[in-house]
């Protein structure tokens, strides 16, 4: 089996054996233009080219005498949207989930009733990564494109039309939109309305383990597969992350923390934060996802490690600047000798939801050091998470487990230190690529290799555990709320802030 997971500047593939072994990891890159402000957007073509390398370089593994592919099932990154003309020709790029141009728009929906009720209805927040917004964006700068537009497309829906012909999506990809009823499972005649769409205008849902046979002889021929290899639709990302972690459960929290991060739970059932913070995304028709996107996560440690790093430190040690980073961070108490950093160099999606918020120190003095900066940098990070995973308590009950992957898994110290801010066992699989084997697991489901997904814990590797030591959770505890009221008392100058950083461009 083959596990693709489509990411925003790489498509990864993962080769499995049939008990969902990693046999061999393959992985393909391409650009994110940034030529305006906000935007950030692929190439459809370049991206399309990658997912057919991967799965060729992985196929390239199997010897077809005597082996069999079974499957290729996927993961996406979600929220992404690109115009297609009638005979599906793309009129734009695609519209990653990381362009914010829709700001504006995002604002005035956010505080209109409508805002509030598509809220409700679709469990998706109103922000401007949301491909509703996105859509309502394009209706006022590129109302040219849209009168040619047929239809509205995700990647996923692209990438099926290019291997199969065909036009759908899969139910948790469409729930991440801002314009699929949770309640219904169909398009939401209020988003339509919104969007000045129509319903044949945006792909079919269908179940994630739907499969799709008969490749294109193009397709076929890029993959080098057999042409009625079975395709299954899979979900996105950050759900199949949950699932190939094995949080499948309410008592589990899946927490990734890569470029940016994320705090999910799954439930049996949708559920609406009344305040607005998180979202409800569906994995499959039985299961549903809890929680909230987080900009800021590794980039800010990067950029961090980038300005706050001795380099001179760094060629004396002859060690790389991460290294010896996560090994100065070890060594200041936590707390940072009472300096907060709030992390918001992206605006922030999860908990606040205002592109306008920016990152800050709180609390510095003379004595505070390079050192001490570090250590608050990483702290406010896992602070920001933890006011997204106190978010998620509320509305399902406090986990008796954390698991987490990501980037940031690598660096022992961070570990510890989220176990230590959460103030919850943390879990740390011994398998990074979470996504592919979440993918695989829902082909395995479609195929009838397995009854229900939570036969995952029984594909799942070994595992890394780290508990919250009490001297420590004890710091956390009277620092989480000034990290708070500091976030709560400067949200009102964040509008001034950023405009005045626009006029200073």
């Excluded at 199997?62 to 979600?78: G, K, P, R, W, Y």
Aim: hydrophobic share 45%; proline share 5%; glycine share 8%.
């Amino acid at each position: 089996m083959i596990g693709v997971d489509v990411g925003t500047t790489a498509t990864k593939a993962v080769l499995y054996d049939e008990h969902a072994n990693a046999l061999r990891r393959f992985s393909a890159g391409y650009a994110l233009y940034r030529d305006a402000r906000g935007m950030a957007e692929q190439d459809p073509f370049a991206l399309l080219a990658a997912v057919e390398q991967v799965i060729h370089d992985a196929a390239a593994e199997i010897d077809f005498a005597h082996e069999q592919l079974l499957a290729v099932a996927f993961s996406s990154a979600n929220q992404s949207v690109m115009m297609f003309d009638c005979h599906f020709k793309p009129l734009t790029r695609i519209i990653t989930w990381a362009d914010t141009r829709a700001e504006e728009v995002a604002k005035r929906l956010k505080h209109s009733p409508a805002g509030s009720q598509i809220y409700a209805q679709t469990g998706t927040p109103i922000h401007p990564m949301s491909p509703l917004t996105k859509i309502m964006w394009l209706n006022q700068t590129q109302s040219d494109k849209v009168a040619q537009a047929a239809y509205f497309v995700g990647i996923k829906s692209f990438l099926f039309h290019q291997f199969f012909g065909v036009f759908k999506t899969d139910i948790s990809m469409a729930s991440c939109t801002g314009m699929m009823n949770i309640q219904t499972g169909n398009w939401d005649d209020q988003a339509l309305s919104l969007t000045n769409l129509r319903v044949e205008q945006l792909p079919a849902i269908v179940s994630g383990t739907t499969q799709e046979r008969g490749l294109t002889p193009e397709a076929q021929a890029q993959m080098g597969i057999p042409v009625d290899t079975p395709f299954v639709y899979g979900a996105f990302d950050g759900a199949l992350s949950n699932l190939g972690v094995g949080a499948i459960k309410q008592d589990t929290v899946a927490i990734t923390i890569g470029t940016s991060a994320g705090v999910r739970v799954v439930t049996d059932h949708p559920v609406i934060d009344l305040q607005q913070r998180l979202f409800c995304y569906a994995l499959d028709n039985d299961h549903w996802v809890i929680g909230g996107p987080i900009n800021n996560g590794g980039f800010v440690y990067q950029w961090a490690v980038h300005h706050l790093v001795d380099a001179n430190a760094v060629q004396h040690e002859g060690t790389d600047p991460y290294t010896l980073a996560n090994h100065v961070i070890a060594g200041v108490p936590a707390g940072a000798h009472g300096l907060l950093f709030h992390p918001f160099l992206g605006g922030e999606r999860a908990p606040l939801w205002n592109a306008d918020a920016r990152g800050s120190f709180f609390g510095l003095s003379p004595l505070h050091t390079r050192d001490d900066m570090l250590r608050a940098v990483m702290e406010g990070i896992s602070m920001n998470i933890a006011t997204v995973f106190e978010a998620v308590s509320d509305l399902v009950g406090k986990p008796n487990r954390v698991t987490a992957t990501g980037g940031f898994a690598r660096s022992v110290v961070w570990r510890q230190m989220l176990a230590d801010v959460l103030d919850c066992p943390v879990n740390i699989p011994k398998s990074f690529e979470s996504g592919c084997l979440g993918a695989v697991t829902m082909a395995m489901k479609s195929l009838g290799m397995i009854d229900h997904l939570d036969a995952v814990n029984y594909l799942m590797g070994g595992i890394d555990a780290y508990q919250p030591e009490p001297g420590a959770v004890a710091v956390y505890h009277r620092y989480l709320p000034v990290f708070k009221q500091v976030e709560k008392l400067l949200t009102p100058a964040y509008l001034a802030i950023a405009h005045l950083q626009k006029q200073s461009e």
